[in-house]
């Protein structure tokens, strides 16, 4: 099975090393840290949603 990741264009890396990439897998969602790519999280479609609507609502902007 070939797994198409996917990173921000805002990734602050041109080489890659420094960001985030996500794959769509059967119905879950993948993500792995770039320069770590056998670490992998896997969740769903809905739980990526609503972290993604928190980061857009600011919530986490006192991590960055």
Do not use: H, Y
Request: include cysteine; proline fraction near 3%; charge should be negative.
């Amino acid at each position: 099975m070939e797994i198409r990741w996917r990173k921000s264009s805002k990734s602050s890396n041109a080489e890659g090393a420094d960001c985030l990439e996500l794959a769509r897998v059967q119905g879950e969602i993948w993500l792995r840290e770039s320069d770590s790519p056998e670490v992998v999280v896997r969740t769903t479609p809905a739980k990526l949603r609503a972290f993604l609507g928190g980061v857009k609502d600011g919530e986490f902007d006192d991590l960055t």
